[in-house]
């Protein structure tokens, strides 16, 4: 077989027969992958409504809606209800505020504004110190740690802010992102419970 010049041309021919040829290969393995790695986050989502909520029998992912918190910001809020009664509300907030980006956080509130729970859904932050906020800020066994079971106040941030939260132990940064995602995720429960004590009532309700 004869061999192909050395040239520019033909090196310009082979790159572009490569790329091509990953290119193909990539949307390949895209939509290979796309509906399964979509059907675990739905999942994931699902699991951290049920985990961050009062009991609840509607289905809050296809009532879920967005709130605009300022300015062109909105967050995804997904109403838990009981026999059709709104008894809590799931808010996905986020923050760019992070050690190291983008923190994602399920955070579940009652009717009154209490904090069930939350989950942390995604993050890039250092193992063993901002990434310790999932188990950090939940352990109710240390009050000065844990935001579960409070209502949001002036004082829920950490005590390096004038708070009485005890951020996390090497990742003030972490901590302070962390509160900063549950802050916007009160502002988006505030809009929802004022928005539906404004909403007029049926005579049957």
Not at 23 to 48: D, F, G, H, M
Not at 151 to 165: A, E, S
């Amino acid at each position: 077989m004869k061999k192909l010049e050395s040239s520019f041309k033909n090196m310009v021919i082979s790159l572009t027969l490569i790329s091509v040829m990953v290119a193909a290969l990539l949307a390949l393995v895209y939509n290979v992958t796309k509906e399964p790695i979509s059907l675990a986050e739905k999942q994931k989502q699902e699991k951290a409504i049920k985990d961050v909520t009062p009991d609840f029998n509607n289905n809050p992912t296809d009532e879920k809606f967005e709130v605009e918190i300022q300015n062109g910001d909105k967050l995804t809020v997904f109403p838990a209800k009981k026999e059709g009664q709104l008894v809590g509300i799931a808010v996905e907030t986020n923050t760019t505020k992070g050690f190291n980006g983008t923190i994602k956080i399920m955070v579940g509130f009652d009717i009154d504004g209490v904090i069930i729970n939350y989950s942390v859904l995604k993050h890039a932050e250092t193992p063993g110190l901002g990434a310790k906020m999932q188990e950090w800020f939940s352990n109710t066994s240390k009050p000065n740690q844990s935001v579960i079971n409070r209502k949001w106040t002036n004082d829920m941030k950490v005590k390096k802010d004038g708070g009485d939260v005890d951020a996390i132990t090497a990742a003030t940064i972490s901590s302070r992102a962390f509160m900063d995602a549950l802050n916007r995720a009160y502002q988006a429960y505030q809009k929802v419970i004022e928005n539906d004590s404004q909403t007029p009532k049926s005579e049957d309700e």
